[in-house]
């Protein structure tokens, strides 16, 4: 059925007017009339009315003037499908002209009829004649000779007199409003908010109540909230003898609302309108299920409510404004978790810089992990480690990072990559530590050996001077600006737990170290989903055991090294079962290339040769010899564990001892392994016989019996369409997007940020793959992998933990698909609860 949809309707509580065919704004001025509310009487023009104007067809105008005091001015507003696409600004006082001037200056005043006239000659003059703005810039905002003044500037430059009839005024005014709606700037801005190619706009047209006169005039706005905290609190100015928003503008001499200690307020100045425009701020809270600024005028005393738009409000705000409303039984706790943006809570999580403080931007690259934080440069792992000892905040600037950095990446307090895309070493490790970082920042010079950054616009920037990264938005500033600590109140809580009450879909955590399991824990994830063991060899004292276990000739002395790592192994996931309370933690077996581990600089070189007990030259020879060209798809992974098989029977060791001691004394635990980087079932049946034959020995040693559970990273194009054959020695797959986006697109993971910012640009891809789920391409191999694995192994259980894992789109994607659970960084595990909980809702 078609809504109707009358040319001009005079809104009544009965009008048939709609969002969709008149907009936001005619909507919400019906339902104030409805909740009988003093509105000014106003005609709506409907998208496809303005639409016509804008293509010159004119509405007759009695049509629209027949519903107004002939002696009343009148106002136009925008009113679009969704408020957040804009639209033209209002123009006020149509209908002031000479005739009117002389009645309103009896009726009201000379200033007061004064300042109404020039202000419409003002707005006419630039808002609809298009004159230049610094023609009526001298011109004083008040007095009869600067009222004469703007109508002879007005009549030069637009050669003809000021426009006196009202039709003739409105008529110029709904054209121009209509118009500017369809230009090219506007239509690019609201559609970057999300607005349709064909995003009609509506205007209302509304009786004055004049701000202006006698007794108690002025206007102002109300909110029952801070904007900024969502805390309840009524909020707004109040300036008498003002129109529109001008108790709002800077250097206004305006009132509180509420009486208050630091200066006068509406409440002692008009204490009945003030009663009575809180008691209905309340019932538009109620019956609009929402927190509305309502914009009002008061007129000899008397209240009149001009219009409400829902309140603007911090990422903190609405998560506290939405639990508000549903803990008042105003909207249901379903609402309430449609009403919060999942990308919203990543903000909460962490320190950000303060809205309104100034930024002095030198750089900008990929924001690779959200939040703000400000330090001293340093431009070394070491030096990192150094500032940290002498309790110093620093930045880590590198190239790109290795796991060689990671020491230094825990010792700073935000990370800067000339390199590297939004999976690159830096972007991933610092998602998981939660560490702000921004990568891929190209347009900065970085002079590691002389020890200068260069800003974009060409300052440098020294070891020891303080920068600020913003993580968030991919910034780096000068300086340290002003922040906003993170806040997890107890809205945040109360929302966490409805979204679980919701969803149904797990949500668990990527987590490498028992500092992450207990930010995981924390957030409530229901478990580890991917322990990347590789950087555990990244711990004081490890790497170079873990190099004498690479560089040993044979296999005894392999075995002496992987003696040594053994204990700190079982150590490590004795904490990760201890933290996570008999909550399943799955471990994937060492995955990194051999690559990542050699020593490149010289005094890696040496300390390696010191502990071989070789010439450096030696040394030198082999790294070379070892080193691969592409060693993404090089020796790692399973690889790894087919070929030096000693690597993964000792992890399976320390899985399973630790397995059994933590289970003697606390929760019991069923430890999941996991093979990364399969590519075919054989690989599979081979490591699956060994870690069988270490569980056979570790039980019969230890006399204890326990279980565990064998799965696949499901990370290489093969492996999904193998996946009926691989699950036949598998309990469970889990997905690792970030390789199989990599070679499904045969895209490296490392040096993608290089082209991708121009890529998207383009429009050669929506999105960074990386960054989003591509649902076609990777995303059938997702779904293809899925069928199959279910037609191998009914039961299986299907999982996604690439870093996509934590995002809304993808997580709808692993729902539809399926999935029994999505793994991501643990501080983007409420994102993940909230986003998964929209979808059950
Ligand atoms: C993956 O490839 O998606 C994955 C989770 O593993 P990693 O990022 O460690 O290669
Ligand atoms: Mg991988």
Redesign the pocket.
């Known amino acids: 059925t078609e809504t109707p949809d009358p040319d001009v309707t005079l809104i009544r509580p009965a009008a048939p007017i709609a969002t969709p065919t008149h907009g936001g704004r005619a909507k919400c001025l019906q339902r104030l009339l409805r909740l009988d509310l003093p509105v000014p009487c106003t005609v709506a023009l409907s998208f496809k009315t303005v639409y016509g104007i804008a293509h010159g067809r004119m509405p007759d105008l009695d049509s629209i003037l027949q519903y107004f005091d002939p002696d009343a001015l009148l106002c136009v507003r925008p009113s679009s499908e969704d408020p957040d696409w804009g639209g033209p600004g209002a123009v006020l006082n149509i209908g002031m002209n000479d005739a009117r001037y002389v009645t309103l200056t009896a009726r009201l005043g000379t200033e007061a009829a004064t300042n109404l006239y020039l202000r419409f000659i003002k707005s006419y003059a630039i808002h609809v004649a298009r004159l230049d703005p610094d023609l009526f810039d001298s011109i004083a905002d008040d007095g009869k000779k600067a009222l004469m003044q703007a109508l002879l500037t007005y009549e030069e430059e637009a050669e003809e007199p000021f426009p006196q009839t009202p039709a003739r005024q409105l008529a110029e005014v709904l054209r121009s409003m209509a118009r500017a709606w369809e230009g090219t700037t506007a239509r690019l801005l609201r559609q970057a908010k999300g607005a349709p190619v064909n995003a009609g706009l509506g205007l209302v047209v509304q009786e004055m109540a004049l701000g202006l006169g006698n007794g108690e005039c002025g206007s102002g706005v109300l909110q029952l909230v801070n904007s900024d905290t969502g805390a309840l609190q009524i909020t707004g100015r109040y300036l008498s003898q003002s129109q529109g928003r001008d108790a709002l503008q800077r250097g206004a001499a305006s009132l509180f609302l509420e009486r208050d200690q630091r200066g006068p307020s509406l409440e002692e100045l008009a204490p009945e309108a003030f009663a009575e425009l809180k008691a209905d701020a309340a019932l538009m809270r109620k019956r609009l299920r929402a927190e509305m600024q309502i914009e009002f005028t008061i007129e000899n005393g008397r209240l009149h409510i001009l219009d409400g738009v829902r309140v603007r409000r911090s990422s903190r705000a609405s998560v506290r404004i939405s639990v508000g409303l549903a803990q008042d039984g105003i909207i249901t706790p379903q609402e309430a978790l449609l009403r919060v943006e999942p990308r919203a809570l990543s903000e909460l999580l962490h320190r950000q810089i303060a809205e309104d403080a100034p930024r002095d931007m030198i750089g900008k690259g990929i924001a690779a992990s959200p939040g703000a934080a400000t330090g001293r440069i340093v431009f070394s792992a070491a030096d990192a480690q150094s500032s940290a000892a002498r309790g110093e905040a620093c930045v880590l600037v590198r190239r790109e990072t290795s796991p060689e950095d990671i020491r230094g990446m825990h010792a700073a307090c935000a990370v800067l990559t000339e390199r590297g895309g939004i999976?690159s070493h830096a972007a991933?490790i610092g998602r998981g530590m939660g560490l702000p970082c921004v990568v891929g920042a190209a347009r900065m010079h970085f002079h590691l050996r002389r020890k200068i950054l260069i800003s974009e616009d060409g300052r440098n920037f020294r070891e020891g001077d303080v920068i600020t990264v913003d993580g968030t938005n991919g910034q780096i500033l000068a300086g340290a600006p002003q922040m906003v600590e993170p806040l997890l109140d107890d809205s945040f809580q109360t929302l966490m737990a409805w979204a679980d009450a919701e969803r149904d879909i797990g949500v668990r955590a990527?987590a490498d170290t028992p500092a992450d399991a207990q930010t995981a824990r924390n957030f409530m994830a229901q478990g580890i989903g991917?322990c990347?063991t590789e950087h555990m060899f990244f711990e004081p004292g490890r790497l170079t055991v873990m190099r004498e276990m690479i560089f040993a000739d044979d296999v005894e002395d392999r075995r002496a090294a992987l003696e040594l790592l053994l204990p700190m192994q079982r150590a490590d996931f004795k904490k990760l079962f201890t933290i996570m309370k008999g909550q399943p933690v799955c471990i994937r077996l060492f995955?990194p290339p051999l690559h990542e581990f050699l020593p490149t600089d010289r005094a890696g070189l040496r300390d390696l040769a010191e502990a071989l007990d070789l010439p450096v030259s030696d040394v030198t020879r082999r790294v070379e010899a070892m080193g691969e060209y592409n060693p993404m798809l090089g020796m790692r992974g399973v690889r790894l564990g087919i070929t030096v098989p000693e690597i993964y029977d000792m992890q399976a060791r320390a899985i399973f001892e630790a397995t059994i001691e933590t289970s003697l004394d606390g929760d019991a635990v069923v430890p999941e392994i996991m093979i990364?980087l399969v590519s075919a079932s054989r690989e599979v049946e081979i490591v699956r016989k060994r870690i069988d034959a270490v569980a056979s020995a570790v039980r019969s040693e230890r006399g204890v019996d326990f279980t565990y559970r064998l799965g696949v990273?499901a990370?290489t194009p093969r492996a999904c369409l193998r996946a009926h054959e691989i699950v036949q020695h598998a309990h469970f797959l889990s997905f690792?997007?970030?390789?199989?986006t990599q070679m499904t697109y045969g895209l490296s993971r490392d040096d993608a940020g290089r082209f991708m910012s121009e890529y998207v640009r383009q429009g050669v891809f929506p999105e960074d793959p990386f960054h989003r789920l591509d649902t076609d391409g990777v995303g059938e191999l997702l779904r293809i992998g899925a069928e199959r694995a279910r037609a191998g192994r009914p039961h299986v259980t299907l999982s996604i933990?690439?870093?996509h894992g934590g995002d809304p789109e993808s997580i709808a994607f692993c729902r539809a698909a399926g999935f029994d659970y999505v793994s991501c960084s643990p501080f983007r595990v409420p994102l993940a609860r909230l986003a998964a909980a929209q979808l059950a809702v």
Do not use: A, F, S
Request: charged fraction near 30%.
């Open positions: 999976t991933v990527n991917l990347r995955d990364p990273m990370e690792g997007t970030n390789d199989l933990c690439g870093e």
